[in-house]
């Protein structure tokens, strides 16, 4: 069994790059890191640093010791939030990874309540696109994560929030049908996201459903300068009316349901063996009065 100040000692060492810089960073001696590392080195039967004039070198031993190291401090913490939350009130810290979209529109009014109903709570939050989140999810390096759509697997629990209705946006002032035939998506030029984005995949599945092609004259992979492109008349996008709430406020944008309906599924995701967390739980339940509230308002 690892003492869990050796493992935070040679993740530091390595990070810092020499036992000085480690010392320095820990507030600890140098020579009580150098000899716990020593010992730990010992005991394992061989080098974890190749001690250099002017810092250390990690090992191939050392490398893989720093990947298992970081996992049971991960794990240790997880476990040190999930008990304390079923003993009292849920707490610890939760990160969350969420697309440019929809975090914009939930993530204010979510950690308002969350801070108002359980304080112990300490989230964090980072953007993310559905793939990335999916597997950060998964290597634990977040613990929930706001996606679009996911395939199931047996690794995931997937706690589905709200069918969106995707909006044709076009710049504002325009006079506009109630509705946007699917056709202009092939008569507009289209501002999208490159094929590894999963809002360019629905749509090329939506354009395949109604014999179109899908008039992409640019492909923009970042929301906010697709949204300032679209203001400035150089094409239209496609995104869910909660997107650009702000911009049809200013009347900067507009935005038409497509015709046909179609639908893209947020979703929260955890890890199956963490689904029991009573702070998840709680925050799934806030998301889910969040988009209940915004869809009454006509936000979603």
Not at 141 to 152: A, K, Q, R
């Amino acid at each position: 069994m690892f003492d869990h100040r050796v493992l935070r000692y040679v993740i530091t060492v390595a990070e810092e790059g020499g036992f000085t810089a480690a010392a320095r960073k820990l507030r600890i001696a140098q020579s009580a890191i150098s000899r716990q590392v020593a010992d730990l080195e010992n005991g394992l039967g061989g080098p974890l640093f190749l001690r250099q004039k002017n810092g250390v070198e990690v090992t191939e031993a050392g490398q893989r010791f720093i990947h298992h190291a970081r996992e049971i401090l991960t794990s240790m913490s997880h476990a040190r939030d999930e008990i304390s939350s079923l003993l009292g009130e849920p707490g610890g810290s939760v990160v969350i990874g969420v697309p440019p979209t929809a975090g914009e529109t939930l993530i204010p009014e979510t950690f308002r309540q969350s801070e108002q109903t359980f304080p112990g709570i300490r989230l964090h939050v980072r953007e993310s696109y559905s793939a990335a989140t999916i597997q950060a999810v998964l290597r634990k390096e977040l613990d929930l994560g706001l996606v679009h759509d996911p395939v199931p697997m047996q690794e995931l629990l997937i706690l589905p929030l709200v069918s969106e209705q995707m909006h044709l946006i076009v710049r504002g002032g325009e006079e506009l049908p109630e509705r946007a035939p699917c056709s202009w998506l092939q008569e507009r030029p289209l501002i999208l996201p490159d094929a590894a984005f999963g809002l360019r995949d629905l749509l090329e599945g939506y354009a395949a459903r109604q014999r179109l092609k899908l008039n992409i004259t640019a492909a923009v992979n970042g929301v906010s300068i697709t949204k300032a492109m679209v203001a400035a008349g150089l094409g239209c996008t496609v995104l869910a009316k909660s997107a650009v709430t702000h911009e049809i406020a200013r009347g900067t944008l507009a935005s038409l349901p497509l015709d046909p309906d179609l639908r893209w599924g947020l979703c929260l995701i955890m890890r199956a063996d963490r689904a029991g967390n009573r702070s998840f739980s709680e925050l799934h339940s806030i998301l889910a009065r969040v988009v209940e509230t915004l869809s009454d308002r006509d936000i979603w």
